[in-house]
């Protein structure tokens, strides 16, 4: 007797599951989707779809989805990753049809596989960043004068500490900078992962204060997702 009582309330229901890794795009008014949004926009995009999901086991069941990288509000995306398991084996193709016809606008399933990679192997996402400034400051001079500094002073927030100054001096692989009409082009590459994450935003709002410039426009895009030997993740 003693035995049944301890044994798990729910053994009898567990069942098996199948991993899937989708690649998704995240544009337009979708990138005002804050990071903790996408988890209930998703529950409804898989119900309205009959996605067979599968929830986690234990008192508190949920719908297991797992996002490996969080993206600043309002930054654009063509990598999204994320992970989900399903009570069901369905083929990539027929689950990426079935959920883009309910996906909302400015988000697309652009790839659906089996998971290959942990998530511990991310590393460096890349971006490309547009912008452009209210005054006739010569931006391009004026982001590479930014740039080669000896240090790279930005604020960020630290959850024990609050907002402290870092140097991202090291951090910051520019990729290409030019112009393109009235706006500068920057192509980067910056840490993300379990290790060391550095946002775009850090580098960008690091630019704003040591220029004391403002922003008539700025688009972000991630562009990569990459591992510590710059393979693309997947």
């Known amino acids: 007797m003693a035995a049944n009582i301890n044994r798990p309330r729910n053994m009898a229901l567990r069942v098996e599951r199948f991993d899937y890794r989708m690649i998704f795009s995240k544009t337009g008014r979708a990138r005002f989707i804050s990071h903790l949004d ?14 067979p999901v599968w929830y986690t ?7 297991y989805i797992m996002f490996p990288l969080a993206l600043a509000l309002g930054t654009e995306s063509d990598v999204e990753i994320m992970d989900i398991s399903l009570t069901e084996e369905l083929d990539e193709s027929e689950l990426m049809e079935r959920v883009n016809a309910v996906m909302p606008e400015g988000m697309h399933i652009n790839k659906v596989y089996k998971p290959v990679m942990s998530h511990k192997d991310i590393a460096f996402s890349e971006y490309e960043i547009r912008f452009c400034l209210v005054s006739d400051t010569d931006a391009l001079k004026s982001f590479e004068e930014y740039l080669s500094q000896e240090q790279i002073i930005v604020k960020k927030h630290s959850k024990k500490k609050g907002e402290i100054d ?19 082009r920057l192509s980067v590459r910056l840490p993300s992962g379990n290790d060391k994450t550095v946002n775009s ?10 220029s004391g410039e403002e922003y008539k426009l700025i688009y972000t895009t991630r562009t990569k997702i990459l591992t510590k030997s710059l393979e693309t993740f997947i």
């Open 166 to 184: 870092v140097d991202i001096k090291s951090d910051v692989q520019v990729l290409s900078l030019d112009k393109d009409g009235e706006f500068v």
């Open 57 to 63: 086991q234990g008192f508190n069941p949920r719908l």
């Open 38 to 51: 996408l988890m209930r926009t998703f529950s409804r995009i898989f119900k309205r779809a009959r996605i």
């Open 201 to 210: 935003s850090l580098v960008m709002d690091g630019y704003k204060a040591f």
